[in-house]
């Protein structure tokens, strides 16, 4: 049974930090893609950072380019999205993804809040 979990969210001031964890189980973990998506309320969902497979490769949308990194740890079949200098318009639901073969394969977890106010 594939299973994503997310974990990590929760409430921060602007300008604070957060590390998301999403926990992969039940597929191949070092053959799939892993992304970051997040949907804010009224807004479309959007990719926010992508990692490939083996980890040589990563993309941030310009919006968090400089601010948050994306990992994986093959061991623990973990990817992690460290958010620096968070921003009110970094709240949102976020969303881990695992993806193969152009998206053939395509599962996602159930989000995580995260909530940027003073």
């Known amino acids: 049974q594939v299973q994503l979990v997310e974990s990590g969210g929760g409430l921060v001031q602007p300008g604070g930090s957060l590390r998301l964890s999403c926990a992969a189980s039940?597929?191949?973990?070092?053959?799939?893609?892993m992304s970051w998506y997040r949907q804010a309320p009224g807004k479309e969902r959007e990719l926010v950072s992508r990692i490939t497979k083996g980890g040589g490769s990563t993309m941030y949308a310009d919006s968090v380019k400089g601010r948050f990194t994306i990992s994986r740890d093959t061991t623990e079949t973990t990817v992690y999205l460290q958010m620096n200098s968070l921003k009110p318009e970094d709240t949102a639901v976020y969303y881990c993804n695992a993806k193969r073969f152009g998206g053939l394969l395509d599962y996602w977890g159930k989000g995580t809040l995260v909530t940027v106010s003073s």
């Open positions: 039940g597929f191949t973990f070092r053959n799939y893609d």
